[in-house]
């Protein structure tokens, strides 16, 4: 079965550094998305693409937060410099164009990030 | 997007039929209904999608009353690996738009 994947699984990095995570959609999927959820929360959403081009990314601290996804496939979020409030799980997921389809998302198993 | 609202938190003991209510009371007329289930440490994992009436599949049952301002996700026979937080979404199939997960549902099944 497809799953999406990302990278790292954990990243322990000092305040004040630049840290970059990885997410693989699953083949096919248009709109990717990435959640960041601190421990014992909600998901909230940074960043919404359908294919390379950014749909929504009003949740997202610009002043240190980037994202992109160049080809539209794999997408990179990137932190500089990292703060220790952005501790917390980052999630990727995908899904592939509405219409008659079911609306699933898919979700890789995160990348937990602590700041020291 | 509509909003929803589900209880905070549940406890259920195993073999017990566990009912999560979402009130949705703005839910516009081409919005569906997801739940989805996250274990702690993993992304959330889809369970169940409906417009209306009643939807079941292996693992739970969602029931939407004909006004659609609320739904009803139903999980029998519950065990311990059923201890998760449960998000209610509402959304249309609209190319390119997102969803909102809320807080969730945390249930815990009890021995």
Avoid at chain 1, 36 to 62: A, T, Y
Avoid at chain 2, 7 to 22: A, K, R
Avoid at chain 2, 71 to 79: D, E, G, K, Y
Wanted: with cysteine; hydrophobic share 35%.
């Amino acid at each position: 079965e497809a799953e999406v994947a990302q990278s790292p699984r954990y990243k322990i990095t000092e305040k004040s550094q630049a840290v970059a995570f990885w997410c693989d959609p699953i083949s096919g999927h248009a709109t990717l998305y990435w959640y960041r959820q601190i421990l014992g929360q909600g998901l909230e959403l940074l960043v919404q693409f359908q294919d390379e081009s950014v749909v929504d990314d009003s949740q997202l601290p610009k002043d240190r937060f980037s994202a992109e996804r160049l080809k539209g496939v794999d997408s990179t979020l990137k932190i500089q410099p990292a703060e220790l409030g952005d501790s917390a799980m980052y999630l990727c997921a995908s899904t592939h164009l509405s219409g008659q389809e079911s609306y699933e998302q898919y979700f890789g198993p995160g990348t937990r990030l602590t700041v020291t | 997007l509509a909003k929803t609202t589900q209880p905070i938190s549940m406890d259920s003991y195993e073999g017990q039929e566990v009912n999560i209510t979402c009130s949705h009371n703005n839910i516009a007329t081409n919005d569906y209904i997801t739940w989805y289930q996250q274990f702690p440490s993993q992304g959330p994992r889809f369970i169940i999608q409906g417009y209306k009436t009643k939807v079941t599949n292996e693992v739970a049952s969602l029931f939407i009353p004909a006004d659609r301002k609320s739904s009803t996700l139903s999980l029998p026979r519950v065990s311990l690996s059923d201890t998760a937080v449960y998000y209610c979404l509402v959304g249309g199939r609209i190319y390119g738009q997102n969803f909102v997960f809320g807080p969730g549902t945390r249930l815990s099944v009890l021995p």
